[in-house]
């Protein structure tokens, strides 16, 4: 059974969207069902810096979806082009599910061009330069599920940054805002054996395998920032918790320009 509906939760959304350029870049296919996979460009001027905003590769993962569509159906006046793809794996949105409809992590086989979405979303940045990405994910701090034994749990927001060098990081900027609005940071030592230096999760080029993260860090920028929120929090937190990360690294990048 379906948790959420594709057409009327993000295709009948996009297409309302006023003030902004919506594509679908291609269509995913399960059976008789199709999905379109959409693009949504907001541009400033052609001169401008281009930036990448993804969301919801994993399905369960929607606060980031909820948080690109909020940012693009309200005012916003940075000078950038924006581009989103607010809603990376259809399927598994719908159903509420962290793989696609064959059972596949899609940030696992990034590299793998027969994985249709990653086919699509790798045609459509294929030659795009940005100034910086920011990939939405959460976090389910389930102890004991496999991935976070007794006490390893994450009990906050954290972030991965990607970026060559480490003094380019800006990310503690960021969580300094984010802890004046009382967001929770994590306090733990390591996050699933990254060093975790007060929420921040540290990078460098070749560290994030086959994910979107490391095809983006590879091949179309400099800098990713990969923010984590807790889906043990109201859905508003986590929602209004992506919306600021992205907010406050738009406004940084245009402070450092
Ligand atoms: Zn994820």
Redesign the pocket.
């Known amino acids: 059974m379906s948790m959420r509906s594709y057409q009327s939760d993000v295709a009948l959304r996009m297409r309302s969207l006023k003030g902004a350029n919506v594509q679908e870049i291609g269509n995913v296919k399960y059976k008789s069902n199709v999905y379109p996979v959409f693009s949504v460009r907001t541009e400033k001027g052609k001169k401008l810096p281009e930036v990448a905003v993804f969301a919801t590769?994993?399905g369960d993962?929607p606060a980031g979806f909820h948080a690109s569509m909020e940012f693009l159906e309200s005012e916003h006046d940075y000078p950038f082009n924006l581009t989103f793809i607010p809603c990376l794996n259809p399927y598994g949105f719908e159903n509420d599910k962290?793989e696609n409809a064959d059972d596949v992590n899609l940030?696992r086989v990034f590299n793998d061009n027969s994985v249709q979405e990653v086919n699509i979303i790798k045609k459509f940045l294929n030659g795009n330069k940005y100034l910086f990405a920011v990939s939405m994910?959460?976090?389910k701090p389930i102890v004991g599920n496999g991935v976070y034994p007794n006490g390893k749990n994450p009990n906050g927001f954290y972030m991965y940054e990607l970026c060559p060098r480490k003094g380019d990081i800006i990310g503690n900027g960021i969580i300094r805002e984010l802890k004046y609005q009382g967001i929770e940071i994590c306090t733990k030592p390591d996050i699933e054996g990254w060093k975790n230096e007060g929420g921040i999760l540290w990078a460098p080029r070749d560290r994030m395998g086959k994910t979107i993260e490391q095809h983006m860090i590879e091949n179309h920028t400099n800098h990713v920032l990969n923010p984590?929120t807790l889906t043990s929090w109201d859905m508003q937190k986590r929602v209004s918790t992506q919306k600021q990360v992205l907010n406050s690294s738009l406004e940084k990048f245009y402070k450092s320009q």
Do not use: A, S
């Open positions: 590769i994993h993962e962290h940030n994910h959460e976090d984590e």
